[in-house]
């Protein structure tokens, strides 16, 4: 039986993904809402929505909006945010900046004009995805030596936002980690834990 939690979102990964692995890590249980993208159930459920968007998670008949709030919040109620407030806060940092790696493909994604969409893929691979990926690496690396997680001494949200980002990167460049050892095997051993891997492989396939 799910506990107090519903996450409310599409029928697919995207957004709402990063909920889900953050459950998973914790190892707690929630209902896991679903709803055909943009259908007609949607429409009717939009406007009771806090900001007429997904996600939404549903504790105890309040509701938070956003993917990192929704994220944030089972982090910390399961101990996924370190364990001083300096832990805390570089993985609010590193979380956060995670976001700069998915967003961009997100409008690369939905542009309709393929020049373009070439054009931005480009810019992303060359100029912006290089410079992310360096600096998580570097923090990586300045934690024991870049063989554990990003911050302290167990998986915390960064490491599960990073391989939630990564997961969208692998369709638009897959060869992103070739040149970062570090970050490859990271991901690698976050997405070995025992509750992330039986989660990968249990949930739902899709595209998005």
């Not at 939404?56 to 945010?81: F, K, N, Q, T, W």
């Not at 070439?118 to 810019?123: P, S, V, Y």
């Not at 570097?138 to 911050?151: D, Q, W």
Request: glycine share 8%; charged share 30%.
């Amino acid at each position: 039986m799910p506990g107090k939690y519903k996450l409310k979102y599409f029928a697919f990964r995207g957004r709402g993904e990063l909920a889900r692995l953050t459950f998973a890590a914790a190892g707690e249980e929630y209902e896991d809402f679903r709803l055909p993208y943009l259908g007609e159930e949607w429409y009717k459920i939009k406007p009771s929505t806090p900001f007429g968007t997904f996600p939404v998670l549903e504790v105890d008949g309040r509701e938070i909006a956003g993917s990192y709030p929704i994220a944030g919040y089972i982090a910390r109620e399961h101990g996924l945010m370190g364990k001083t407030g300096w832990e805390y806060t570089q993985i609010d940092m590193l979380a956060d900046h995670s976001r700069d790696i998915y967003d961009p493909l997100m409008l690369v994604f939905f542009c309709k004009d393929e020049v373009e969409k070439a054009a931005m893929l480009k810019r992303y691979n060359e100029r912006t995805l290089p410079r992310l990926l360096e600096g998580f690496q570097n923090i990586l690396c300045a934690n024991k030596n870049g063989k554990g997680y990003l911050v302290g001494d167990r998986v915390s949200l960064a490491d599960i936002a990073f391989i939630h980002v990564m997961d969208w990167v692998d369709q638009h460049v897959p060869e992103a980690l070739d040149k970062y050892p570090h970050l490859k095997a990271l991901r690698e051993r976050v997405e070995a834990l025992p509750n992330i891997a039986a989660w990968i492989e249990k949930r739902p396939k899709t595209d998005l």
